[in-house]
C-alpha cells in the first residue's frame, strides 16, 4: 500500500494509504487548491492530475496503488518520509499563472507569524532603526524646509490660527526617504521569508532602483488621479443641482462612488509595483505591469487581505497597545508572503 501526503494550510500532512487518500477525495473533505504527492513525484500535483484521485469513485488495480518506485512509476510508495515537501528556503520556486491560484489569507498569517516568531530579535532591532531614521529625517528636513502657517479672517471680527503645514519641498523629501527605506524594507522581508540572511544593511540596499520607484510611484498616482476624474466631476455637478449652495446628496454619494470604486481597483492592482523592482529588478513600466498581472482574479482577496491587516491593528490597539508591537510585524510580513503566494503559489507560504 503506497504512502502519500496532502496539504492542509500550508502544511503537508501524511503519510496516510492511497485508499484514504482516495476516500478524502470522493467525499469533498479536502479543499480547493489542495495539493498531494508521493515520493517518484516530481512536484506536488491537484488530485484531478493523478491517476486513480481525479475520479476516485472508479475502483484501480491494486498494481497501480503499489507498484514499485522506478523511473517509470513516479507514484510509487515512498521509502521514507523524508523530502516531503520542497523547501522554498532552499530551492527556487517556478512562477505560477497569474491568477491561477487563489490567495489564501490564512496561509498568508500563518507563515507571517511563523517567520516572526523565527525572527522576533532582528525584525524588532530593523524596525526601531527604520523609526528612528524616519523620525530623525523628518525633523531635520523639517528645521531646514519649514511650513508656514498664519491667520485666517472668518468674518464677525474673529480669526483663526493655521496649523503649521509641511513645506512642499519638505514633503518631497521626506518622501523620497520614506520610498528609500520602503524599498530596502522591502529586500529585508523579502530574505527573510525566502529563508536568506537578512541583516539591518539590507535597508539601505536598494538606492539603485530609487529612482524607478519614483517614476512608477508617479505614474501610479496619475493612474489613480485619472480614473478619479469622472467620480469628481460628478461629485462636483452635484452642487449645481442643490438648493443655497448644498450639493443634492444622491448625486454627490454616486459621485463618490463613481471615484473610489475605479480608485480602489487600480489601487489595489498597483499594490506590489515596489516588490516587483525589489525583487526582479523590473523596469518601471514593467514592475507596474506585472503588478497588474500578479493580481488577476485576487482583487478581493488583496482587499479582503487589507481588511484583515486593519483588524489586526485595532486588535493590537485594544490589547492595551502593546499588541500593535506585535500586529505590525505580522502585518508588514503578511505582504511580504501575499506577494511571494501571487508569485510562485501556495508553496511560497508553506510552513516550513
Same mark, same amino acid.
Given at each position: 500500500?503506497?504512502?502519500?501526503?496532502?496539504?492542509?494550510?500550508?502544511q503537508?500532512?501524511g503519510?496516510?494509504?492511497?485508499e484514504?487518500?482516495?476516500?478524502?477525495?470522493?467525499?469533498?473533505? /479536502?479543499? #480547493?487548491?489542495?495539493?498531494?504527492?508521493? $515520493?517518484?513525484?516530481?512536484?506536488?500535483l491537484?488530485?484531478s492530475?493523478?491517476?486513480?484521485?481525479?475520479?476516485?469513485?472508479?475502483?484501480?488495480?491494486?498494481?497501480?496503488?503499489?507498484? !514499485?518506485?522506478?523511473?517509470?512509476n513516479?507514484?510509487?510508495?515512498?521509502?521514507?518520509?523524508?523530502?516531503?515537501?520542497?523547501?522554498?528556503?532552499?530551492?527556487?520556486?517556478?512562477?505560477i499563472? !497569474?491568477?491561477?491560484?487563489p490567495?489564501?489569507?490564512?496561509?498568508?498569517?500563518?507563515?507571517s507569524w511563523?517567520? =516572526?516568531?523565527?525572527?522576533?530579535?532582528?525584525? &524588532?532591532g530593523?524596525?526601531?532603526?527604520?523609526?528612528?531614521?524616519?523620525?530623525a529625517?523628518?525633523? @531635520?528636513?523639517?528645521?531646514? &524646509?519649514?511650513?508656514?502657517?498664519?491667520?485666517?479672517?472668518i468674518?464677525?471680527?474673529? +480669526?483663526?490660527?493655521?496649523? $503649521?503645514?509641511?513645506?512642499?519641498?519638505? $514633503?518631497?523629501?521626506?518622501?523620497?526617504?520614506?520610498l528609500?527605506?520602503?524599498?530596502?524594507?522591502?529586500?529585508?522581508?523579502?530574505?527573510?521569508?525566502? *529563508?536568506?540572511?537578512?541583516?539591518?544593511? #539590507?535597508l =539601505?540596499? $536598494? *538606492?539603485?532602483?530609487?529612482?524607478?520607484?519614483?517614476?512608477?510611484?508617479?505614474?501610479?498616482y496619475?493612474?489613480?488621479?485619472?480614473?478619479a476624474?469622472?467620480?469628481?466631476?460628478?461629485?462636483y455637478?452635484s452642487?449645481?443641482?442643490?438648493?443655497?449652495?448644498?450639493?443634492?446628496?444622491a448625486?454627490?454619494?454616486?459621485?463618490?462612488?463613481?471615484?473610489l470604486?475605479?480608485?480602489?481597483?487600480?489601487?489595489?492592482?498597483?499594490t506590489?509595483v515596489?516588490?516587483?523592482?525589489v525583487?526582479?529588478?523590473?523596469?518601471?513600466? #514593467?514592475?507596474?505591469?506585472?503588478?497588474?498581472?500578479?493580481t488577476?482574479?485576487?482583487?478581493?482577496?488583496?482587499?479582503? /487581505?487589507?481588511?484583515?491587516?486593519?483588524?489586526?491593528?485595532?486588535?493590537g490597539?485594544?490589547?492595551?497597545?502593546?499588541?500593535? =508591537?506585535?500586529?505590525?510585524?505580522?502585518?508588514?510580513?503578511?505582504?511580504?508572503?501575499a506577494?511571494?503566494?501571487?508569485r510562485?503559489?501556495?508553496?511560497? +507560504? @508553506?510552513?516550513?
Amino acid at each position: 500500500m503506497s504512502s502519500w501526503h496532502y496539504t492542509k494550510d500550508g502544511q503537508a500532512v501524511g503519510p496516510i494509504p492511497f485508499e484514504s487518500l482516495r476516500q478524502l477525495v470522493a467525499s469533498g473533505e /479536502l479543499p #480547493d487548491g489542495t495539493l498531494v504527492w508521493t $515520493q517518484g513525484m516530481p512536484n506536488w500535483l491537484p488530485p484531478s492530475e493523478v491517476p486513480g484521485l481525479s475520479n476516485p469513485n472508479t475502483p484501480i488495480s491494486a498494481e497501480s496503488d503499489a507498484a !514499485p518506485p522506478t523511473s517509470e512509476n513516479p507514484y510509487a510508495a515512498p521509502s521514507s518520509a523524508a523530502n516531503l515537501a520542497v523547501d522554498p528556503s532552499t530551492s527556487e520556486l517556478e512562477d505560477i499563472a !497569474p491568477g491561477s491560484e487563489p490567495l489564501r489569507i490564512d496561509m498568508l498569517i500563518s507563515k507571517s507569524w511563523d517567520v =516572526f516568531k523565527r525572527n522576533i530579535g532582528i525584525i &524588532f532591532g530593523f524596525g526601531i532603526i527604520y523609526t528612528i531614521i524616519i523620525i530623525a529625517s523628518s525633523i @531635520a528636513i523639517n528645521s531646514v &524646509f519649514p511650513g508656514s502657517g498664519g491667520t485666517i479672517d472668518i468674518g464677525l471680527g474673529e +480669526a483663526y490660527a493655521l496649523q $503649521q503645514n509641511e513645506s512642499i519641498t519638505a $514633503q518631497i523629501l521626506n518622501g523620497i526617504i520614506s520610498l528609500f527605506l520602503s524599498l530596502g524594507a522591502i529586500r529585508f522581508g523579502l530574505n527573510l521569508v525566502n *529563508g536568506h540572511d537578512a541583516s539591518i544593511p #539590507d535597508l =539601505f540596499s $536598494q *538606492g539603485r532602483l530609487l529612482i524607478r520607484s519614483i517614476l512608477a510611484t508617479i505614474l501610479v498616482y496619475i493612474m489613480l488621479a485619472i480614473v478619479a476624474i469622472p467620480g469628481a466631476a460628478v461629485i462636483y455637478a452635484s452642487f449645481n443641482m442643490g438648493s443655497s449652495g448644498e450639493p443634492n446628496i444622491a448625486i454627490a454619494v454616486l459621485g463618490v462612488i463613481l471615484a473610489l470604486i475605479p480608485t480602489i481597483f487600480i489601487g489595489v492592482r498597483m499594490t506590489f509595483v515596489q516588490y516587483c523592482l525589489v525583487d526582479r529588478d523590473r523596469a518601471t513600466i #514593467d514592475a507596474i505591469s506585472d503588478s497588474w498581472a500578479l493580481t488577476k482574479d485576487n482583487v478581493m482577496r488583496v482587499i479582503l /487581505l487589507f481588511i484583515v491587516q486593519a483588524l489586526l491593528v485595532i486588535g493590537g490597539m485594544l490589547a492595551l497597545i502593546v499588541g500593535v =508591537f506585535i500586529a505590525l510585524p505580522v502585518i508588514y510580513l503578511s505582504s511580504i508572503v501575499a506577494y511571494l503566494f501571487l508569485r510562485h503559489g501556495w508553496r511560497a +507560504a @508553506a510552513i516550513n
